[in-house]
């Protein structure tokens, strides 16, 4: 879709498809001192026309910020349908990596009835996200089990067992 000059840099409705979760580490400052970004991949991204109200197909990969609004949502599962407002910065939707700000989250279709929580701190949702991606990661740089540890002691401060419950939630697939 091409957007006019009177839509450029303008905030969408967008709908996608929750695929998972993963780091982003391009804002690390060198090798050895890695400044990790938890990220939620989606996929079939849509946004709502401004013009006739409908959702229409934008593209079919992208990544956001596992931001705290997101994280205020609870645990996400694979599959689910959530909505939030973004800026799209370009002239054409072709490359949804230019969502910015995101922002007005909601599960449009959810998979679960309880959802656990995520932590507020985006270290510790760093440790979330290697502890639910545990199998991709573990002769990677992108792992540290001391930043796992520390999701652990906070998911035992909130008195669940994070093993059985909350990271297996996670993992179900839709």
């Known amino acids: 879709m091409k957007l006019n000059l009177s839509n450029f840099n303008q905030r969408f409705t967008f709908r996608a498809i929750v695929q998972g979760y993963c780091l ?3 804002w690390s400052t ?3 001192h890695y400044i990790w970004k938890p990220m939620i991949m989606l996929s079939n991204i849509n946004y709502q026309n401004t013009d006739t109200g409908l959702f ?9 910020s ?11 599962v694979a599959g689910e349908m959530i909505q939030f407002n973004a800026r799209y910065v370009g002239e054409y939707f072709e490359s949804l990596d230019r969502l910015m700000n995101p922002s007005k989250f909601k599960i449009i279709k959810p998979l679960i009835d309880k959802r656990y929580p995520v932590p507020a701190s985006e270290y510790l949702r760093v440790g979330y996200v ?3 991606n545990h199998d991709k990661y573990p002769d ?6 001391e930043i796992v540890y520390r999701y652990d002691d906070w998911c035992n401060t909130n008195a669940y067992n994070k093993k059985s419950t909350a990271t297996d ?6």
């Open 130 to 132: 290697m502890e639910v």
């Open 66 to 76: 596992y931001t705290n609004k997101i994280a205020k949502l609870g645990q996400l």
């Open 30 to 32: 060198n090798e050895e």
């Open 56 to 64: 229409e197909y934008a593209g079919e990969k992208t990544c956001i």
């Open 140 to 145: 990677s740089k992108m792992y540290k089990q």
């Open 24 to 26: 982003d580490s391009v």
């Open 169 to 174: 939630q996670s993992n179900t697939e839709p």
